[in-house]
């Protein structure tokens, strides 16, 4: 808890004020050695006091501002289980440490009882997890599926339990998040709507000088590098970034389409056989993510192509390399995908189930778009 912390250390910082008072007091006093003694005496116990009065009032706030934080609720003693569809997954990594520091530190869940799991990119070894957190009674789940598909079935362990569940980056089907609503289950999805995302990628194809027709013959000839495209994320942002071209009245060519499952080798593999094979065709490179975006620049670099001047890239994510690589002119832009917004909204509402209050099905957090000129800003805040 920072604000604990603070106030804890605002109180020490007036004990040692009131104590050096109380000894500068003394050491220039002329009375008697008996008012000496008493004066000190009187000094320190009014310095004890207080101490003791600031301890206790720093105690007091800082058990306050967790209980307010987390809703009123005691979360002291509840148990928070989370599963993670991989550990190795570079924006997941993000999201979960945010997630498990707001937990413990801002809601005030003891580090103990916040338990994470790794999926390892294995629906029946999660799904096993989610058994064994039902079975040693966990209080509410934070569960990122390995597929989304099987949230039906794990909503209805959940249920059969009686403990809550909070989904979060994969999204689960519309029927599926219908029925929690009309069924009064407890269950959720936080998340961002990743048509928004895909948008913004195609707006800063938009917003380049050529507006991405660098050969300038008419169209916009591109390769796209998926996620997984399982992935609800994964199909919006290819079928949106596109879009938003078409919209804007641009032909576009696609001249390669592959799924590069969210990961930065495959995408480099991806990028280099598709610039061998389609050479300055390219003129831009959308991935569905900044880690295919960082293997994609590798094999552009490879290619002696230039970002900005004879190809263009984007991703989304801003993790921190993307949005360095969007400053140094090395990637055209990128989307923040606010893993601090989403943490906390699937944290604050983890505690709103313990408090028994109803909670929309579908909670969403908006992205932002980051280009050369706000990326400077983006790259400060996630530092
Ligand atoms: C992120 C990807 C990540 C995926 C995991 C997406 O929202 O943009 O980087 O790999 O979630 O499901």
Request: charged share 20%.
């Amino acid at each position: 808890m920072r604000f604990a912390k603070k106030a804890a250390a605002l109180a020490l910082a007036s004990v040692m004020a009131m104590s050096l008072a109380g000894c500068s007091g003394n050491s220039s006093t002329t009375t008697t050695a008996a008012t000496e003694a008493a004066t000190t005496a009187a000094a320190t116990e009014a310095a004890t006091e207080a101490a003791t009065t600031a301890a206790a009032e720093a105690a007091t706030t800082a058990a306050t501002t967790a209980a307010e934080a987390a809703g009123g609720v005691d979360v002291s003693n509840k148990k928070v289980g989370i599963s993670i569809y991989k550990f190795d997954d570079n924006f997941m990594t993000l999201y979960r440490t945010e997630l498990v520091r707001y937990l413990t530190e801002d809601l005030g869940f003891k580090p103990e009882n916040v338990v994470v799991q790794d999926g390892k990119g294995d629906q029946a070894e999660q799904t096993n997890q989610i058994q064994n957190f039902i079975t040693q009674k966990y209080d509410v789940l934070i569960l990122n599926l390995v597929q989304a598909s099987s949230a039906p079935d794990v909503t209805d362990m959940c249920k059969e339990a009686g403990i809550p569940v909070v989904y979060i980056n994969r999204e689960p089907d519309a029927a599926e998040e219908e029925r929690w609503a009309s069924e009064g289950i407890a269950a959720t999805y936080v998340g961002c709507d990743a048509r928004q995302s895909g948008t913004y990628q195609g707006e800063e194809i938009l917003e380049t000088s050529t507006k991405g027709d660098i050969n300038g013959d008419g169209k916009v000839s591109y390769i796209m590098i998926q996620g997984d495209p399982e992935n609800v994320d994964a199909q919006y942002r290819t079928e949106f970034s596109v879009k938003a071209l078409t919209d804007a009245g641009m032909e576009v060519e696609e001249l390669l389409m592959q799924r590069g499952d969210w990961d930065q080798a495959k995408a480099q593999q991806i990028a280099q056989d598709a610039l061998t094979q389609h050479g300055d065709k390219i003129e831009v490179i959308f991935c569905n993510n900044d880690a295919m975006a960082l293997g994609a620049l590798q094999a552009i670099e490879a290619a002696g192509r230039k970002v900005n001047e004879d190809i263009y890239l984007v991703g989304v994510d801003a993790l921190t390399e993307a949005v360095q690589n969007v400053i140094d002119g090395k990637q055209t832009g990128t989307v923040f995908n606010d893993h601090f917004a989403q943490a906390h909204t699937a944290g604050d509402i983890a505690v709103k189930f313990l408090a028994g209050e109803s909670v929309d099905p579908v909670n969403m957090v908006d992205y932002s778009k980051v280009t050369q000129e706000n990326a400077q800003s983006i790259l400060d805040m996630l530092k």
